[in-house]
């Protein structure tokens, strides 16, 4: 019995190693490669300081983030072909690709060359010790504006108050790539208010401000430089408002490359009303109002308020303005200098605003505008409609103006009741952007719309340009925009949550915008006022306020385009 026990047991233990043999064999085979050995396909990046998208076969994508060997990731059989395009350019650069196009060969490595580029550089991040304004003037700095010509260079004007408490225009100038000595530009006599600044693309430039003399008493004036050579006014005389102890305010001012300058501005008439004047620079010469009757906004009526300006290349000229009529219905008119002549409102009924209606539709206000090189223009108005603000644009496409005929054209979502225009621009080819934003309790978010290839794209509700963040109760912010001649655009914003106060810088480069934006302010401490200016071949120059300590400061940056710096 026990031989029979241990033949069994032999037997049995001679089939199990059979089995386990049988299995780590098995388990070999199946370990063998069955395909041919791969190649790598790899990218060698060089200049890049930004990311970089690039596609193989219009499949797989490859993010590239800096310089050197980035490798597709899978497997690519030897014997495939490959082509490798650019899918997303990096910001201001431009990059080029070599041996894009191929076939992988066996146990090599295949590399594709992406030689990059800049296209433009903005100049240096600030830190709070490299500030616009000097710091041996007064703590309070108040309403900057910034400028920039087709050589890249810059002015920032604003305002701040002295020893005596007087406050005073203060100019600098960014040239040849570097800040020059601030300059006060207002005479002694008065305080310098609400400046404006706007430079030609010959290096003119021209800066207008409210010169006041008391609570019920200001004038318009004006500085220029021509040829290089700045003239300043000396003394209230040397303004060019109408009249003696009027009330004159709310100045803009455009330039064209060439010079031509058009400034308008709100002043109290000999009725007591305020009307619209201009004054304009053609062909070398000033053209000023000589009588409280020269306005150019219609007789009778209220108050014409918040005058808008633009100017293109070819000389055409726009101006809007908000008015009450005889019925004290606030509406929108305009002005518009074409063929070498003006035509002005023939009276108080030519305005360019849906009418007031009992269908809830109201009062018409804050009016913006813009025109392109090809003399399409553009204002855009914010209107009451059944207990809500909403947005309205009148465009000039084809030698023709074509304004709103109904509610349903206004540009703010239905959904959206506090609609608020920011900024208006149109660059040289039609497109434009407008930025508003939405206040909801206490909480605001900044959209977008924009003009491009023909058509307009309005953003939903849901989809804003910047929104605020959960965890902020009150939530503030305001938006510029800027738009060159070749396409390139920014849009600066500054949010004011329960954190401390933050600008950003948005791009579009490329025929895309690159978000999320940029932060500005450094050190995390803001004060306020942001500005922001395009030169009509690129160049673009940012401001805003910071405090160091308890003094205010401007702080600015400049971005100069590389493949046509002059």
Known sequence: MKSLFKFLLAVHISILGSIIVGHESTAAESSAPEVQPVSLLSVKTTGLTENLVVILNDQDKLLIKGNGLTAFEGQLEAGDDYKVKVLKQPLNHHCELKKMVGRLETDTTTIVEAECRETGRWSAAVSLVEKVNSSGRGKKIREPAVSIDNKGNGLVVWTELDKEKWSRLVIREYRDGKWHKPTIMSPQDGDAKNPRVAQAGNGDAVVVWEHRINSSV???????????????????????????????????????????????????????????????????KWLHPKHNADHISPSGGSDALEPQVAINNKGVALIAWGQPDDKRQKNIYKSEFRDDKWIHPSGLKDYINMKRNKKGLGIAYRTNVALDEKGNGLIAWEQAHDNKRVIFVSEYRQNKWRHPGSTAEAISPASVRSAMIQDLK??????????????????QSLYKSEYRQGKWRHPLEDKPFVAPSLLDFNFNVTGESAMAADGKAVVAWMEKGNDKPEVYMAEYDHGEWHLPGRMLNAENSLGGGLRLSSSSNGKMIIAWQQLQGNKEHLYSRVFKPINNAD
Do not use: C, H
């Open 218 to 284: 200001s004038y318009v004036m004006v500085a220029e430089r021509r040829n290089g050579v700045w003239k300043m006014p000396k003394s209230a005389a040397d303004r060019i408002s109408i009249g003696d102890k009027k009330a004159a305010w709310e100045a803009e001012v455009a330039i064209n490359d060439t010079g031509d300058t058009v400034i308008v501005w709100s002043q109290e008439t000999d009725n007591k009303v305020y009307g619209i004047y201009k004054s304009e620079y053609r062909n070398g």
């Open 426 to 443: 149109m660059d040289g080819n039609d497109n434009a952007i407008l930025l508003w934003k939405d206040i909801k309790g206490r909480k």
